[in-house]
């Protein structure tokens, strides 16, 4: 695919999410909701169970257990979909994860710093809502983009340049932040949100934190993964 206008000098690369696990998990969340069913993710990777309702999962036999696969491509056409008339869901499973973290963690995998096909390099972009930190992974640059992308919405190319981040910094949080329904266009509408459950979390009354070399270091490990 030939870069568009201006993405040569900015060293863009794309992906595919359908082509990786993250694309796999949204998916499959969105026929379980539609259908008000559980679904069991069956393929090479440990099962996952999507619990839509509850906006959860479970990763039998642990998160861990789909390294090895996150970051590998084309792994959904080996999939098999298996829906629950009657789910159950224990609130206490020791391999449960909320959905937003599980998809998140598989974006981070799959992007590798690289953008998603479809997203812009000149729409401007905003949060819906400010990211749960605390239990998100936060890759480097992460604050900076979310501090700024809370107070004033930006395009792609300008969170850059105004924030003297490397691009692939900039296009990690994005593709992480999309794949979690947290990414907005600058439209009047805002349609409901995936985290629709979640409670909202305020958003830093500090100046955006720099970043630190131990995230830079995890980031780096998964952009070259």
Request: aromatic residues 8%; neutral net charge.
């Given at each position: 695919m030939a870069p568009a206008r201006g993405e040569?000098?900015?060293?863009?690369?794309?992906y595919d999410p359908a082509r990786f696990l993250q694309g796999l998990v949204a998916t499959?969340?969105?026929?379980?909701?539609?259908?008000?069913?559980?679904v069991h993710i069956q393929g090479?990777?440990?099962?996952?169970?999507?619990?839509?309702?509850?906006?959860?999962?479970?990763?039998?036999?642990?998160?861990?257990?789909?390294?090895?696969?996150?970051?590998?491509?084309?792994?959904?056409?080996q999939a098999t979909l298996v829906f629950s008339r009657s789910p159950?869901?224990?609130?206490?499973?020791?391999?449960?994860v909320p959905l937003d973290v599980l998809l998140w963690k598989l974006a981070l995998?799959?992007?590798?710093?690289?953008?998603?096909?479809?997203?812009?390099?000149?729409?401007?972009?905003?949060l819906r809502e400010w990211p749960n930190f605390t239990r998100l992974i936060v890759t480097p640059g992460a604050m900076s983009v979310a501090a700024l992308w809370v107070r004033q919405p930006?395009?792609?190319?300008?969170?850059?340049?105004?924030?003297?981040?490397?691009?692939?910094?900039v296009?990690?949080?994005?593709?992480?932040?999309a794949a979690v329904d947290l990414?907005?266009?600058?439209?009047?509408?805002?349609?409901?949100?995936?985290?629709?459950?979640?409670?909202?979390?305020?958003?830093?009354a500090v100046v955006p934190t720099p970043r630190r070399p131990l995230l830079r270091k995890l980031f780096d490990k998964l952009r070259t993964g």
């Open positions: 040569a000098a900015l060293a863009v690369r794309r499959a969340w969105r026929r379980a909701e539609e259908r008000g069913q559980a090479p990777w440990p099962v996952i169970a999507v619990y839509p309702t509850s906006y959860a999962a479970v990763v039998y036999g642990g998160e861990g257990g789909l390294r090895p696969y996150a970051g590998t491509e084309d792994l959904p056409t159950q869901y224990a609130v206490n499973h020791p391999d449960m995998s799959a992007s590798r710093g690289r953008l998603p096909l479809d997203a812009s390099l000149d729409t401007p972009f905003a930006s395009t792609l190319r300008q969170t850059i340049d105004l924030l003297h981040l490397p691009p692939e910094d296009f990690v949080f994005y593709s992480a932040a990414v907005r266009p600058d439209l009047p509408s805002r349609p409901a949100s995936l985290l629709a459950a979640a409670p909202p979390s305020p958003p830093p």
